[in-house]
């Protein structure tokens, strides 16, 4: 999620019109631009549980759960996040399976979901139905992009795919804290690494749309 966070955060950025000014501002500016994009996020979430009327697309949110709940995945809440007002996110768990899910509307991304397995030495992957964003990947938390493509299928590409190892627990008494825990950690490696030129440009290329 942090990557769709800071994504939107440099679109905004870069409020020009034309694509190809955007560019050459990314290339010439790139360190400011990152960094005020990354001024802008919170170190830190906390997650307020929410109703069902936190969703402006109900439709869309309730579509991608109901194609979770065959796969053995059970509900575990829909949260507001205290720090980024408009965002909403429902989490869901698959024990056996050992994967979370987490669905998100965000005001300027729309809806977009990613399954996520946790691993005992601390790593994860990640598989998420939203466009790649262009940013570079945490070392050990990759993640893998299958735009517009359902839940049956890149659950199915996850559990092909993931990396074997030892898997974390995955409980819905826990997701919330451990979904706090995976923000904060995230966020933090990347405000300590900052951005390169190419990373920015390769954002300001991208159509305006962000997931």
Known sequence: MTKILILA??????????????????????????????????????????????????????????????????????????????????????SAESSYASIYEHPKAGVWFDIVTRYADGTSATFSSARPTGLGQRPGHSITNFPNQSAVQVFEQARATRPQGVFAGHAA??????????????????????????????????PRKAA
């Open 9 to 94: 955060g440099i679109l905004v950025a870069l409020k020009v019109l034309q694509p190809v000014l955007r560019v050459l501002i990314a290339a010439v500016a790139a360190k400011p631009v990152g960094r005020r994009a990354l001024e802008k996020q919170p170190d830190t979430i906390h997650l307020t549980p929410a109703d069902q009327s936190a969703w402006k697309d109900r439709a869309a949110v309730g579509a991608i759960a109901g194609g979770f709940r065959p796969l053995g995945f059970e509900d575990a809440g829909t949260y507001a996040i205290d720090e980024l007002r408009g965002v909403t996110v429902r989490l869901l768990v698959n």
């Open 173 to 206: 008494d826990r997701v919330a804290r451990d979904f706090e825990t995976a923000f904060a950690e995230s966020m933090a490696w990347r405000k300590g690494n900052g951005f390169s030129t190419l990373e920015v440009v390769n954002v300001a290329m991208r």
